[in-house]
């Protein structure tokens, strides 16, 4: 864990800055003993919505994803942080991306009870989507994906498939697959 992913977690903004300003920490660092997870997506989870500004004013990619292949949106669903999830989809974070098993952050939100993130993220799917396709005809290139996490996925596929079955939130039912709530 950097010394931004601490600032960050202890959700210390002007430490933060100051990191940030000074170029000491990489803001799109992942660290390898929290799977992978950036300084944004602890801001995300956190649901602290001007370090998530400023971590974007300065490089932090909205697309990087966990070992599992959340995003910093898949964070703020998971926690019901709805104002951090207002402040990614105004800066154009993928609102609609699956995880290794399938999970959209709605999807997150809908298991964990949080009904408003619902809400909004179905609207934001949608805005999202129509975003893209405007971008795309004016030529305009979207940062979607996080290269390193597709290659590492492919990999992964080619050695092991990974099944829905064997996800933490499915193990309980007979036939492996969690309903919607």
């Avoid at 405007?134 to 050695?159: F, H, P, Q, R, T």
Wanted: aromatic share 6%.
């Amino acid at each position: 864990m950097t010394e931004l992913h601490e600032a960050v977690a202890s959700e210390n903004f002007d430490l933060v800055d100051k990191i940030l300003k000074k170029g000491l920490c990489d803001p799109n660092s992942r660290d390898m003993d929290w799977s992978n997870r950036t300084p944004l997506h602890w801001a995300a989870a956190k649901g602290h919505s001007k370090i998530i500004k400023l971590l974007v004013g300065h490089g932090a990619r909205l697309c990087l994803r966990t070992e599992a292949g959340w995003t910093p949106v898949h964070f703020a669903a998971e926690s019901g942080r709805l104002g951090a999830l207002r402040t990614l989809h105004t800066l154009h974070a993928p609102m609609d991306a699956a995880d290794l098993y399938g999970d959209t952050p709605k999807r997150i939100a809908e298991i964990y009870g949080h009904k408003d993130c619902v809400r909004f993220l179905e609207v934001a799917e949608q805005q999202y989507r129509e975003y893209c396709q405007i971008a795309k005809l004016k030529g305009d290139s979207l940062e979607e994906e996080d290269e390193d996490w597709e290659l590492k996925k492919e990999e992964d596929l080619k050695k092991k498939p990974y099944s829905r079955k064997k996800h933490p939130k499915n193990l309980g039912r007979k036939d492996g697959i969690q309903t919607s709530n």
